[in-house]
């Protein structure tokens, strides 16, 4: 059960530029999910706004241009945005937002603070991306968001698996990023065993793997 919102309940506006915003007042996370989720698949729109007034915050969902951004005019205004490869990402994205706001999608995929790197190729994406991370705690984090999204350890606990059962144009910014990252930091590729899809990557474990997955599992 979702934890009640403290102080509540709490207003958000949903809105999606044809002119019925609706104005919800919820107890908890779930109970904006779902009325958000009635909202978004009751529509055809390009562009569907949830907006947390108190808060100064917004999230921003474009299917049609397969993006997502976030905004925050608290403290500083600042936005970022996000490329989509899967329609199924955008309710789980809002859900996020529900539970914890701008910062509930810190580990939700590659943010970019420029609109226009969105229409960069997947591969430059990644690459940039992974040069945003300069020390070894915010890579081998960044490495958990990736694996947490779509890996597993295999039953020998020897590897980590990343892109679960996906081909090579599946996830192609996140794969292209996790390469670099595994440079920098030093890891061990392995080549995937036969039968493998195409697109998994397969990393020796390691001890620095082992306690930032742990968090994620």
């Known amino acids: 059960m979702a934890r009640p919102y403290q102080p509540g309940p709490k207003q958000f506006v949903f809105a ?4 019925d915003d609706q104005y919800v007042s919820v107890g908890d996370p779930q109970e904006a999910y779902v009325a958000f989720s009635a909202f978004f698949r009751g529509r055809e729109a390009d562009t569907y706004t949830i907006t947390d007034a108190p808060a100064r915050q917004r999230l921003v969902l474009m299917p049609r241009l397969g993006v997502i951004s976030r905004i925050t005019e608290a403290d500083q205004q600042r936005s970022e945005h996000l490329r989509v490869d899967r329609p199924n990402r955008y309710l789980p994205g809002a859900m996020l937002f529900f539970e914890r706001g701008y910062a509930g999608l810190d580990h939700f995929g590659q943010w970019f603070s420029d609109l226009a790197d969105l229409d960069a190729s997947p591969e ?9 991370f300069t020390t070894e705690a915010a890579a081998i984090d960044e490495v958990g968001r990736i694996w947490a999204d779509s890996g597993y350890v295999d039953p020998t606990d020897q590897y980590y698996i990343f892109f679960d059962s996906t081909d090579v144009d599946d996830d192609r910014a996140d794969r292209a990023e996790l390469l670099q990252l595994i440079e920098f930091l030093g890891l061990e590729r392995v080549d995937a065993p036969a039968g493998a899809a195409g697109g998994e990557v397969w990393v020796r474990s390691d001890p620095r793997l082992d306690a930032q997955c742990e968090q994620w599992a």
Do not use: F, H, L
């Open 16 to 19: 999606a530029g044809d002119g």
């Open 124 to 132: 430059t994406r990644g690459a940039a991306r992974a040069a945003t």
